[in-house]
């Protein structure tokens, strides 16, 4: 079955750590986002990427970084210098261009202590 | 002003109700737009895409006004397993990154 597949489903880390959450599809889909998500705040673009080798800071990507080595997968990486990591992460993908939907992983419930 | 807003609710309806959400969103130029729902701590799934003419699937119908640059959801005959929270998202300026609303949340009741 094709789909987009997050891991870990929950996270729990240190205050001062890295983190790195995985994201894979096997839709054949070029674009890839990353959202974050806080109770009562909606979906806030994080980063994305249209193709291999290429992504884009989106509304909130201080403290975050991303890469896109592979059509497949787009890892999200929580730095130390995101102020409030605790939340709802969120990756999805779709077709190119203009149009389409996106299709969304279960997401990453990330716990920073 | 945010790119795509919605009145968060929450709406509260009997069931067998119907109810309609609207969302409004800057960019004129966006052409594609959708709604999704999503269950509580859960990720959003596609609900309707929303065409330029209106659609309908079963009890839910979409319209986009371009003219005042709003969409709408409306769901008759409104049932318990509708209670989520409703998505409305634009394309943005890029036309790659899309942006969605807060979300509008329903509850539907016996």
């Known amino acids: 079955d094709g789909g987009i597949t997050q891991s870990p489903k929950y996270l729990f880390r240190k205050e001062g750590q890295n983190v790195t959450l995985s994201c894979e599809q096997n839709l054949n889909h070029d674009a890839m986002y990353w959202y974050r998500q806080d109770p009562g705040q909606g979906l806030r673009l994080i980063y994305y990427?249209?193709?291999?080798?290429?992504?884009q800071k989106g509304d909130i990507a201080e403290g975050y970084s991303v890469s896109r080595e592979k059509k497949e997968s787009f890892p999200l990486t929580v730095t130390s210098a995101q102020k409030n990591p605790t939340a709802f992460y969120l990756c999805a993908s779709r077709e190119g261009g203009d149009t389409g939907e996106l299709f969304f992983g279960e997401g990453s419930r990330l716990t920073v202590l | 002003r945010k790119e795509v807003e919605q009145d968060p609710g929450p709406f509260n309806v009997p069931e067998g109700a119907t109810v309609a959400f609207n969302c409004t969103y800057s960019n004129s130029a966006s052409q594609s737009f959708f709604w999704y729902r999503q269950d509580c701590r859960k990720e959003p799934k596609l609900l309707m895409s929303?065409?330029?003419s209106g659609n309908e699937d079963g009890r839910f119908t979409a319209q986009l006004n371009r003219a005042s640059q709003y969409i709408s959801l409306l769901i008759r005959d409104s049932k318990l397993s509708d209670s989520a929270t409703y998505l409305c998202?634009?394309?943005?300026?890029?036309?790659?990154?899309?942006?969605f609303g807060k979300g509008t949340s329903l509850l539907v009741t016996p």
């Open positions: 998202v634009a394309y943005s300026n890029s036309g790659y990154a899309l942006n």
């Open positions: 929303v065409y330029s």
């Open positions: 990427s249209q193709i291999v080798n290429d992504f």
